[in-house]
């Protein structure tokens, strides 16, 4: 039987924020479709973009699980109060404005099984990832909570001159959040970017954005890697070889990793967000094919 929780995020008011050219998006307006009508991105012409976000699309969120966990018809699909199914990726807004973004909790810390965004599916619900029909799971389990950036794509056609010419991964960003609090599958958390690092996967870009929920109580503490070394000692470290070496028990070769093999600081990070932040605008705007991915 389906359950369902619900997760009070509460609303979210006018703001409006400047920053440099890595925080905001490059479009002199955009505002998005009617079905995904909840941001309005705007800048002012000046050296500086300015960030203003209105009306944002943030209601109560029920959680609705459908199918038994660890089993191939586990769904985690996300409703608004009506009812209506949301789309984790495309539905939930990217900003919240002051620095701050949302991150959909895909795998909680301390946990094995590979749980992700089925970016192929309608509504794009949070599942189990399969290999030849069987679920998959990591090796061990993951030290810290992972999941995604909403409304951020990597575009598998464009490729980064400064990772060694690799191609996007064709899914939204990964983010791994340092907190000492476990999240919950589905669970949407406030945090903010700390730094970037640049995964090489089979060949594909695959960024790892480094960040912390604003509940953690050192979040105050932490606001770049150099923060993270002092404040949570030896954790780049681990999250970058966690992710090189996971896929040896596996019998494959390490993950490589581009920008001199070490974490990229905050601003560098805004900027990964801002070029996938447009890049999934190009893609739900239907500038861009998008192949076998859903867009509902």
Same mark, same amino acid.
């Given at each position: =039987? +389906?359950?369902a929780?619900?997760?009070?995020?509460? =609303?979210?008011?006018?703001?409006?924020?400047?920053? !440099?050219?890595?925080?905001?998006?490059?479009?002199?307006s955009?505002? /998005?479709?009617? %079905?995904?009508?909840?941001? @309005?991105?705007?800048?002012?012409? !000046?050296s500086k973009? +300015?960030?203003?976000?209105? !009306? /944002?699309?943030?209601?109560?969120?029920?959680? %609705?699980?459908?199918?038994?966990?660890q089993t191939?018809?586990y769904?985690?699909?996300?409703?608004?109060?009506?009812?209506?199914?949301?789309?984790?990726w495309?539905?939930?807004? /990217?900003?919240?404005?002051?620095?701050?973004?949302?991150?959909?909790?895909?795998?909680?810390?301390?946990?094995?099984?590979? =749980?992700?965004? $089925?970016?192929?599916?309608?509504?794009?619900?949070? %599942?189990?990832?399969?290999?030849?029909g069987?679920?998959? *799971?990591y090796p061990?389990?993951?030290?810290?909570n992972?999941? /995604?950036?909403?409304?951020t794509?990597?575009?598998?056609?464009?490729?980064?001159?400064?990772?060694?010419?690799? *191609?996007? &991964? @064709?899914?939204?960003?990964?983010?791994?959040?340092?907190?000492?609090?476990?999240?919950?599958?589905?669970?949407?958390?406030?945090?903010?970017?700390?730094?970037?690092l640049?995964?090489?996967?089979?060949?594909?870009?695959?960024?790892?954005?480094?960040?912390? !929920?604003?509940?953690?109580?050192? $979040?105050?503490?932490?606001?770049?890697?150099? &923060?993270?070394e %002092?404040?949570?000692?030896?954790?780049?470290?681990?999250?970058r070889?966690w992710?090189r070496?996971?896929?040896?028990?596996?019998?494959?070769?390490?993950n490589?990793?581009?920008?001199?093999?070490?974490?990229?600081n905050?601003?560098?990070a805004?900027?990964?967000?801002?070029?996938? @932040?447009?890049?999934w605008?190009?893609?739900v705007?239907?500038?861009?094919?998008?192949?076998?991915?859903?867009?509902?």
């Amino acid at each position: =039987m +389906a359950t369902a929780r619900v997760l009070a995020a509460g =609303m979210l008011h006018e703001c409006s924020n400047t920053h !440099s050219a890595s925080f905001l998006l490059r479009q002199s307006s955009f505002i /998005l479709p009617i %079905k995904h009508q909840s941001i @309005n991105f705007s800048r002012r012409a !000046s050296s500086k973009r +300015a960030f203003t976000c209105k !009306s /944002l699309y943030k209601p109560e969120i029920q959680i %609705k699980q459908e199918g038994e966990p660890q089993t191939l018809d586990y769904r985690v699909f996300f409703h608004d109060k009506s009812g209506k199914k949301l789309s984790p990726w495309h539905d939930v807004p /990217l900003q919240l404005g002051d620095g701050v973004f949302n991150f959909i909790v895909e795998i909680p810390k301390e946990t094995s099984a590979k =749980m992700e965004v $089925a970016t192929d599916e309608p509504y794009t619900p949070i %599942k189990q990832d399969t290999k030849k029909g069987k679920l998959r *799971f990591y090796p061990y389990n993951i030290n810290w909570n992972y999941g /995604l950036l909403p409304q951020t794509w990597e575009d598998p056609t464009v490729a980064n001159s400064e990772v060694e010419g690799a *191609f996007g &991964d @064709n899914d939204p960003v990964d983010v791994v959040e340092i907190g000492e609090r476990q999240g919950k599958i589905g669970e949407i958390l406030k945090v903010k970017p700390l730094g970037a690092l640049a995964m090489i996967d089979e060949g594909e870009l695959d960024w790892k954005i480094v960040a912390i !929920s604003l509940d953690d109580p050192k $979040a105050s503490l932490v606001n770049d890697v150099g &923060d993270v070394e %002092k404040h949570f000692p030896g954790t780049l470290t681990a999250i970058r070889d966690w992710f090189r070496d996971y896929k040896i028990p596996d019998g494959k070769p390490a993950n490589k990793f581009g920008l001199g093999n070490k974490a990229a600081n905050k601003d560098y990070a805004l900027k990964v967000i801002t070029e996938t @932040n447009e890049a999934w605008a190009k893609l739900v705007k239907r500038t861009v094919p998008a192949g076998e991915l859903s867009l509902l």
